[in-house]
Each structure stands twice: as structure tokens, then as C-alpha cells.
């Protein structure tokens, strides 16, 4: 059933969480009757396409898995969520079902630890399925539930990836491949190979064409790092001086190679430096040496981490992930953090689908301080596998406008879901593992530092 929002909130006013009167005929004040009891928990793991995408940790399988959360209440109203894949995560998710069952979805903070015990991508899912079923009920906007919106529209930045061609030979025969494609015509994609500065360069003004983008998000620790310099020589002068940098090594640099390649690239309109090495220490020491801006997803990425940053100085912008961080409440704490350490926030991203990518939006729509473009997968799902229903979640100028429905403004579609389940029953794949598929491409590959 799919509702606008005008229809929730005709149904809802006064009807699903009707408050209780607070100034009755007695005089008396009574608290709010609204309870939306969680009556169960359906957990669907599923494996979507993935393309030959290289990183540090080397190559994406021919899937990418996450699992699908979906939160009954007594209320009728589903709430929906998206966990990291992997079994390890179902089996949490699977867990977490004594905890959640019987509890009201709208005082989800009173089960937050117990989840967050399973671990955080757990609590995350659930956490964002409790915020869709109360925003539902209210027939608000997620983002409204949470303090929002403080902005309509999200800015997101083209995640460039060196890659293979959906088709290279070595793909086709992946031992975890359950599906039809083939090569040419029944390729995944047409991307091709991308493993030159010139092929990237062309692979960022793709995107920049289709999708608008301003800000161009270099995936490094790829090739050699003179190689990479020379990639975002070539993407500056393909896409103008107007156009923001960005590459990402996943600290696959020493310090020294770290140093001498960031001070060439500061030429470049580079608007930061991802974590080109590792450890608070040498990201503070790269900092001073090169002057540049420097964002991570991996020298701080729990609370415990923020001490030594605040003391050491390794950041200018962080970026932030509810997947990880504590859900919508973790992301929306930084932003105090973040502005008395004077650094500005971002959004890390792993592959997701459109529930993820509806999250993403109403989450940077509650963050004052997420004045960064934030990181998405979402342009390299394949066409037509997204597990929502209708077209995807629409990119225009480089942006995504919060979804006008109630709750994250998404739905599931049901087909889609029961395929992407199957093709996880079908497929060996359990969890990510990127360096196995690398060493079969580009046999003798390490992966150690440059
Ligand atoms: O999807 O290959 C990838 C990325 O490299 C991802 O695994 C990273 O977590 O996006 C990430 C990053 O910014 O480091
Ligand atoms: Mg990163």
C-alpha cells in the first residue's frame, strides 16, 4: 500500500497516535497514549550486482549483500531498514529479535545499548526502521522526527572507481557468480575498463553529465601513486577548475610518498585528502607537511577515537556514517563535536540500496554541519535491481531532494526484494571479501603500502 503524505496525515490526525487529552473535562493531564508496539521483526538478507570496482582492499565481487529490515507494529505500519550485508550481520539481526519484540518503536533509545551490543550496523538498521515506522505514524518525514530538515536538498559527490569491465573473462568465471550475465549485450554495464588517468578522467565526466556533479571523489590506492596523481591531473583538466577534488587512498600510502604526492596535488582544486595514511599521528604529520584539508572515514570512526583527534589535529573534515556510528543519533551528536573542533562533516558510503540512500538524505537534512557533499554508492546499482519501489532515488545537478512521502519516503518492492533473496540463496558469497577476486585478476597483488 503507498500513500502520499497528505492521505497519512488525514488518516493519522488524531487516529494512530492520537495523543491523550491534556486538559480534560476533571481538569486532569494525562501523558501521551501513543505506543507503537513492535509485534515483529523480518530480517531478508540480499545480494545485489556489484561491478569490478578496485580499492585498496581489491576488487568487488560480482555481489554486494546487505541485509533488509523490516519492523511490524500493532498499528499496521511497517518501518523499514537497511544493515550492512553479510551473515554475521543476519545472524545479529536475527538476535536482535528477542530484544526488539514486545517494545514501542517510538522509545527506541530504551533498547539502544542491548543493540548496540550485537554491533553497530545492527542497532543501525533497527534504529532507522523504529524512526520510518514513528515518522509513518505521524505521516511526517523521517528528518521532521529528528530535528529537521535543515536543508532540502543533499548534495552528494561522483565516487570514481577504477575498475574492469563488467565483462573481463575472470569475472565471468567468479566461482560465487548466480546470475545470467554474460559479455557484451548481456554485460552488467558498459563502463568498461577504467585504469588509466585518461579512462578515469572520462569515467568523472560521465558522471559529471549524467548525474550533475560538482565534487569528484577519486577511489586511490589503486594504482601507483604517481598514477593517481596524474589521474586527477587529467580529471582537473577535463572538468574545469570549478569542478572540487577529492582522492582516497584508504591509507595505502607511506607517510613520505603521502607528503610528496600532496604537496604536486595542492596545485589541483582539491577540496580534501582522504585518508592517505594511517593512524591519527601520520594523518596530523601529512596535514602540516601539505597544507591540504584532510577528511577521514578511518582514523575516527567511534566515539573513542575523538580524544586523540581533538588532541592531535589529524582532520579537518570527518565523515560520518549512521551504519557505523551510532545511527541517526551517533551522526547527529558529532555535529556539536564537529563545530567546536571546527571541522565540517561528510557522509562515508558503502554500497546500499535506495533505503540506505533515502536514510543518507534525511540524515544530512538533520546536520546542520554536514556541509560537505556526501560519498554514495548509489549510481553504480544496476538498473532495475534497487529493492524500492517505482524509479531510483533521483540525482539531479548533484543533488538528491529529501523524499516528500512519510517516514524515509520509500517503499519495498516486493518482487525485487524476493529476487535479490534468491540470488543470495543461490550465490556462495557471504560476506565481502575483495582480495580473493583481486588475486585471481592480478595475480602476485599484495596490497602493501606505496
Ligand atoms: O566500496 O570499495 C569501496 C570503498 O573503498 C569502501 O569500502 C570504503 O569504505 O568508501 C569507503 C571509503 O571512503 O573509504
Ligand atoms: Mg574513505
Known sequence: ????????????????????????????????????????????????????????????????????????????????????????????????????????????????????????????????????????????????????????????????????????????????????RGSGEKALDDWGEVRTPEAMAGEAARFRDRWGFRVFKLKGGVLSPEAERDTLFAMADRLGSKAKLRIDPNGRWKTSTAIRIGKEIAKLPMEYYEDPVRGQEAMAEVREATGLKMSTNMCVTRFEHLAGALRLHPIDVLLVDHHYFGGFAGCQALGPVARAARWTLSQHSNNHTGISMAAMIHLAASIPELTCASDTHYPWLAEGFDVIEGNPLTIRDGSMAVPTGPGLGVTLDRDRLARAHEVYNKTSMRRRDDATLMKRLEPGWTGGLL
Open 1 to 180: 500500500m503507498s500513500m502520499n503524505r497528505r492521505e497519512w496525515l488525514g488518516m493519522t490526525a488524531g487516529g494512530i497516535l492520537g495523543l491523550g487529552s491534556f486538559g480534560s473535562a476533571e481538569g486532569r493531564v494525562e501523558g501521551p497514549k501513543s505506543r507503537l508496539t513492535i509485534t515483529e521483526l523480518t530480517i531478508t538478507p540480499i545480494a545485489l550486482p556489484d561491478p569490478p570496482l578496485l580499492n585498496v582492499a581489491g576488487c568487488h565481487g560480482p555481489y554486494f549483500l546487505r541485509n533488509i529490515v523490516e519492523l511490524k507494529t500493532d498499528a499496521g505500519i511497517i518501518g523499514l531498514g537497511e544493515a550492512p550485508g553479510g551473515q554475521s550481520v543476519t545472524a545479529g539481526l536475527e538476535k536482535a529479535r528477542r530484544i526488539v519484540v514486545g517494545q514501542n518503536a517510538m522509545a527506541y533509545r530504551r533498547f539502544a545499548h542491548d543493540l548496540q551490543s550485537l554491533g553497530m550496523g545492527i542497532y543501525a538498521g533497527i534504529e532507522v526502521a523504529c524512526l520510518d515506522a514513528a515518522a509513518r505514524a505521524s505521516g511526517r518525514r523521517l528528518c521532521e522526527m529528528v530535528g529537521g530538515p535543515v536543508r532540502e536538498s543533499v548534495e552528494f559527490a561522483a565516487y570514481l572507481f577504477y575498475r574492469y569491465a563488467a565483462d573481463h573473462p575472470v569475472i565471468l568465471s567468479d566461482p560465487h557468480l548466480a546470475d545470467a
